[in-house]
């Protein structure tokens, strides 16, 4: 839920905690401290994570409310952090986290981490988010560790010269073993997308790792980059992805979507592989089938 509110007289002079919460009688000062810290709380359109910045009159103030529980902070363990040159980084993401931030957050976002992990390791340049991963899904991001980078990075994405490969795990076996789907995919609703006339070209290539007691393991590799690409996919395909909720997948711990590596080429020539090993949820629900991961 976002909040939204213009500092009066009665308000114009405090500290923008005690703003937030005279003006939003149903957040404490102390709720109001952790939204601020969590980069929840912007004052004119700017993010704003210093509780003791005074405000003035006629300022803007928005306020992103999380759902109890939902916040949790972003610790990763040190073999998260996949590939480390002079221009770049990469970090398996975890899964049931945004990769970048959001009117409600920016601490706990992947994008919060490597900020931080910049600041320590003496990288001046911002986070620059070039590629995403849903929230729901885990695996392998690249983030530039400068303009320059960014900019070739960002193109390899654009022109599709990124080989990407997925894991997901779906209900059912499909048929046949190895497939491409081409459906154009539009937004259908606020946080869903479909196969649409007139929607952005979209490819998709499928095939069956394995099958085992009604689930099977599948290898997609997008040639495009769209919104859901994967989950549309397999949606229309009749196989949505288990955990997939938003696309009728079965229930689980988590989606079970992921990145399993990149592959580029550099701008200076050399060839790049990131790999991203799954979690373990995503292990074991194909483990308890006797099924090994490729």
């Known amino acids: 839920m976002i909040l939204k509110s213009v500092v009066s007289h009665e308000v114009g ?15 404490s000062k102390s709720e109001a401290r952790r939204i601020i810290d969590r980069g929840g709380c912007s004052l004119n359109a700017a993010m704003v994570r210093v509780a003791s910045r005074s405000v003035k ?10 759902e109890a529980g939902r916040f949790r902070d972003l610790q990763l363990a040190p073999e998260a952090l996949l590939y480390e040159d002079d221009d770049l980084i990469a970090v398996n993401k975890p899964a049931g986290i945004n990769s970048q931030r959001t009117p409600y957050q920016l601490k706990g976002t992947l994008e919060f981490w490597v900020s931080e992990y910049f600041r320590q390791h003496g990288v001046l340049e911002p986070v620059r988010v070039i590629h995403r991963l849903d929230r729901g899904t885990s695996g392998a991001m690249i983030f530039p560790k400068n303009r320059r980078a960014a900019a070739w990075l960002s193109a390899r994405f654009h022109d599709g010269k990124v080989e990407k490969r997925y894991l997901a795990i779906i209900s059912g076996k499909p048929t046949p073993d190895s497939w491409s789907m081409d459906g154009a995919i539009g937004k259908v609703g606020s946080a869903r997308y479909g196969i649409v006339p007139g929607g952005r070209s979209a490819l998709t290539q499928f095939r069956l790792l394995e ?52 592959e580029f080429v550099n701008d200076k020539g050399v060839a790049i592989t990131v790999s991203a090993p799954p ?8 483990n308890r089938r006797e099924a090994a991961l490729p």
């Open 211 to 262: 099958t085992l007691e009604g689930l099977s393991l599948l290898e997609a590799r997008p040639l495009t980059g769209r919104t859901h690409q994967i989950r549309v996919h397999l949606q229309a395909s009749g196989l949505p992805i288990v955990g997939d909720g938003t696309y009728g997948g079965a229930p689980a711990e988590r989606m079970m979507l992921h990145c399993a590596s990149l």
């Open 13 to 27: 002079g405090m500290r923008l905690d005690e703003a937030v919460s005279s003006l939003f009688s149903s957040l």
């Open 57 to 66: 009159l006629g300022d803007v103030i928005e306020v992103g409310v999380m």
């Open 279 to 286: 979690d373990e949820a995503f292990k074991a629900l194909m």
